[in-house]
């Protein structure tokens, strides 16, 4: 089951790049679920590749989770991290997307999540 739990639309509608996230999870839920955070032309969906994939939050579990750009590390030969094989940055994004916060999967049903989602922007051009 998906489910988003946060979402929010470039609010400079300019390029931009996502600086840091994060979700304060208050209350968990009966079951654990996997999220990820990641861009989208709407407010439902994540794209390829996220900023966070598949983090496992496990049943009844109260955290925080924290993002922040360049903060990761790859496998892959000669890439900085936050940036594709070619050199793309992975944080870019569009005047018309959306980055979403969401369960990616877990007990059908099982999303009860309550808490707060924080988000820190940068203007590129």
Known sequence: ??????????????????VRFIANIRT?????NTFDLGTSTVSSGTSTPKFIHAYNVPTAEVRTIAWQGNATTTSATNVLAGTTQSGDSTAIIGPDEWVNFKIATGTVGNN?????????FEKVN
Do not use: E, I
């Open 1 to 18: 089951a998906t489910c988003t739990r946060c979402s929010v639309k470039n609010p400079f509608q300019a390029t931009s790049t996502l």
């Open 28 to 32: 968990g839920t009966t079951g654990a």
């Open 112 to 120: 009860g999540y309550v808490g707060t989602c924080h988000w820190t």
